[in-house]
């Protein structure tokens, strides 16, 4: 700051002028460091997340949001599908379906679950019922769970 001064102020520094320049620097410090302050708190201040809705949401990374397609067992692991992108997690389908109570959703198969929001439509192809999902996928659907199929995505045309 002194050579700064010297340079906009050529005149000799005095011991007098010495007290002037530590206020003024005090001064640009402090607002630098105010505005500074300011930025860091609103740039580390947490983010608000959403409250999860079911228990097992909670299992999600955050990033991938809410909104469950489906869930489709690989092994002995479900991969969660939502518009954002897939996670797996370590888990039994029938656990995965116990924390998902309340949840708006049925399963087709043995090894999926889906989201009646996201069911578009029933077909059959080549004789195997399958079921086409809002992100494009087509999932097969079991006799036994074709019925709940057809009542599910009639009350969706209903609504």
């Not at 302050?37 to 997340?49: D, I, K, L």
């Amino acid at each position: 700051m002194i050579f700064v001064y010297g340079v906009f102020r050529p005149a000799m520094i005095s011991a007098e002028a010495l007290p002037v320049i530590w206020m003024q620097v005090a001064l640009i410090g402090w607002a630098v460091g105010t505005v500074e302050f300011f930025e860091w708190r609103q740039a580390s201040a947490p983010e608000e997340t959403p409250t999860r809705r079911t228990v097992f949401h909670k299992r999600l990374p955050p990033a991938l949001g809410d909104d469950i397609i489906s869930i489709s067992m690989q092994d002995h692991y479900a991969e969660v599908t939502t518009p954002l992108g897939s996670h797996l997690v370590l888990i039994r389908l029938s656990d995965a379906l116990a924390e998902l109570k309340g949840a708006a959703g049925l399963q087709v198969h043995r090894s999926h679950y889906v989201m009646t929001a996201h069911m578009e439509r029933f077909c059959r192809e080549g004789g195997r019922l399958r079921l086409r999902l809002t992100d494009g996928r087509e999932l097969p659907v079991s006799a036994r769970y074709a019925d709940k199929v057809r009542a599910a995505l009639k009350q969706k045309a209903a609504a």
